[in-house]
């Protein structure tokens, strides 16, 4: 059972930076593809972008491109969301998610507790 554990999160001026960290419990996350979501106060929970258990490929939501970098360092079962030319809308919890159901697959079973992000504008 791998746990993950977010960090990074805070009150950030429009225009700031964040680096959200996600840390996983079991040396197995190195296997798993890494997912990055985001929830808003009264909107649905939206997928921020992915990164494959190598670092080979990485995806990003069109919001987020060009504004942040995904990464990940499985020797310190580490995984990054860089953030920089935040704006108010990114104000979210943001949650990190891992699956070991493959990399096709659209289901995460393993959760972080999700850090709150808030730009204020």
């Known amino acids: 059972q791998v746990q993950l554990v977010e960090s990074g999160g805070g009150l950030v001026q429009a225009g700031g930076s964040l680096r959200l960290s996600c840390a996983a419990s079991?040396?197995?996350?190195?296997?798993?593809?890494m997912v990055w979501f985001r929830q808003a106060p009264g909107k649905e929970r939206e997928f921020v972008g992915s990164?494959?258990?190598?670092?080979?490929?990485?995806y990003y939501t069109d919001s987020m491109k060009g504004r942040s970098t995904i990464s990940r360092d499985n020797a310190k079962n580490l995984a990054y969301l860089q953030m920089n030319r935040l704006k108010p809308e990114d104000t979210a919890v943001y949650y990190c998610?891992?699956?070991?159901?493959?990399?096709?697959?659209?289901?995460?079973?393993?959760w972080g507790q999700g850090t709150q992000v808030t730009v204020s504008s």
């Open positions: 079991e040396r197995t996350f190195s296997n798993y593809p």
């Open positions: 998610a891992a699956t070991a159901r493959g990399p096709t697959s659209t289901v995460y079973e393993y």
């Open positions: 990164i494959s258990p190598s670092g080979d490929f990485i």
